[in-house]
């Protein structure tokens, strides 16, 4: 029960550490990696993540779909690929593009920690320093398909629901990729986000790891490559 200081301000009772699930590993796909560290892989995405799908146009050297292609070049006792030359009618075909992005510089102290994540739950990765800055990105649609039901933005970014029920010795994981991406690890933990729903998350978090949230927010405007930007921040 809360208790009032002689000061009048309402105190609430330090939480206790949350009991759920605390599954080994998580399905992926079709794949099942080790729940530490995808749930750290998560803290990060939230911070510093995005999914970029792609569709293009590109010459079909087959003339074939890529389902076709994969039926008419695969030889059917070894299950080995070979080339057919141009056997179809098509000029280009569709080509799709999944990849997930994590923006941690290399000099991030958390860089070696994602390494470790991906390595961990078996993600191939490249590591890409160019005009749009340094980042690691995954390919592949079950990583894409996975990192969506975080949002889209920083403005609608989630954990989702399974995730915060997990127990507290899982979400300590999301909470240290937190910091390790949108946050400061100093004394007291302080995280920045411009997603209002995300703050709620945080603060159910914090509840289930045993601490006390504390919401501050506020209005900024700045410009970022010649493009202003102003809004609100908690």
């Known amino acids: 029960t809360a208790t009032r200081a002689s000061t009048n301000a309402l105190e609430?009772?330090?939480?206790?550490?949350?009991?759920g699930p605390t599954p080994k590993t998580i399905s992926v796909g079709d794949l099942e990696v080790p729940a530490?560290?995808?749930m750290y892989l998560c803290g990060l995405f939230v911070g510093d993540g995005f999914v970029s799908n792609q569709v293009k146009r590109v010459?079909?050297?087959?003339?074939?779909?890529?389902?076709?292609?994969?039926?008419?070049?695969?030889?059917?006792?070894?299950?080995?690929?070979f080339s057919t030359g141009r056997i179809g009618s098509l000029e280009t075909v569709e080509q799709r593009s999944f990849r997930v992005f994590f923006d941690i510089p290399c000099s991030d102290p958390a860089r070696p920690r994602l390494r470790t994540a991906l390595d961990a739950v078996e993600a191939l990765f490249t590591e890409h320093s160019g005009k749009a800055g340094e980042h690691v990105y995954v390919g592949g649609e079950r990583w894409a398909t996975f990192f969506t039901q975080f949002g889209?933005?920083?403005?609608?970014k989630r954990i989702p629901r399974w995730i915060l029920d997990l127990d507290a010795t899982l979400l300590e994981h999301v909470f240290r990729g937190l910091i390790d991406s949108d946050g400061h690890a100093q004394v007291t933990p302080v995280y920045t986000t411009v997603?209002?729903?995300l703050v709620g998350?945080?603060?159910?978090?914090?509840?289930?790891l045993g601490k006390l949230p504390k919401v501050d927010y506020s209005y900024s405007e700045s410009t970022?490559?010649?493009?202003p930007v102003s809004g609100w921040a908690y």
């Open 224 to 227: 970022i490559e010649g493009r």
């Open 12 to 19: 609430l009772p330090r939480p206790q550490p949350w009991h």
């Open 195 to 197: 997603s209002e729903g």
């Open 201 to 208: 998350d945080l603060c159910e978090l914090a509840f289930k």
């Open 36 to 38: 530490e560290a995808l």
């Open 152 to 156: 889209k933005g920083a403005a609608n």
């Open 59 to 81: 010459p079909s050297k087959s003339g074939l779909t890529f389902e076709e292609r994969v039926c008419a070049a695969r030889n059917p006792e070894t299950g080995r690929f």
